[in-house]
């Protein structure tokens, strides 16, 4: 069983950084695409970054410019560097991992942006 493990939220200002870490433990880490995910009280969980097993990424406009995805293959890990957050960056962030039908979710880690 795939264990996703998120940490590196927070309370933060605006204006602030923060960055989440999220550790696997998945054979072959390599072969997966990796993504964050947030959700918002009352809102849909969305995609916020991801990174191909090509390291192509992708960012929802929102975040475009202040966040960046990377990935650690030989530490099996996801990183999200997270600049200028504002406050409705306010959410739950979740590390995910997808190769094919096999999907997994790590629990989540929260970030505040509060003034």
């Known amino acids: 069983q795939v264990q996703l493990v998120e940490s590196g939220g927070g309370l933060v200002q605006p204006g602030e950084s923060l960055r989440l870490s999220c550790a696997a433990s998945?054979?072959?880490?390599?072969?997966?695409?990796v993504a964050w995910y947030r959700q918002a009280p009352g809102k849909q969980r969305e995609l916020v970054a991801g990174?191909?097993?090509?390291?192509?990424?992708t960012y929802v406009d929102s975040v475009k410019g202040r966040f960046t995805i990377s990935r650690d293959n030989s530490k099996k890990m996801v990183l999200l560097q997270m600049n200028s957050l504002k406050d409705e960056d306010t959410a739950v962030y979740y590390c995910?991992?997808?190769?094919?039908?096999?999907?997994?979710w790590g629990r989540g880690t929260q970030v505040t942006v509060s003034s």
């Open positions: 995910n991992i997808g190769r094919g039908s096999q999907v997994y």
């Open positions: 998945a054979v072959a880490f390599f072969s997966y695409d």
């Open positions: 990174i191909s097993t090509g390291s192509r990424t």
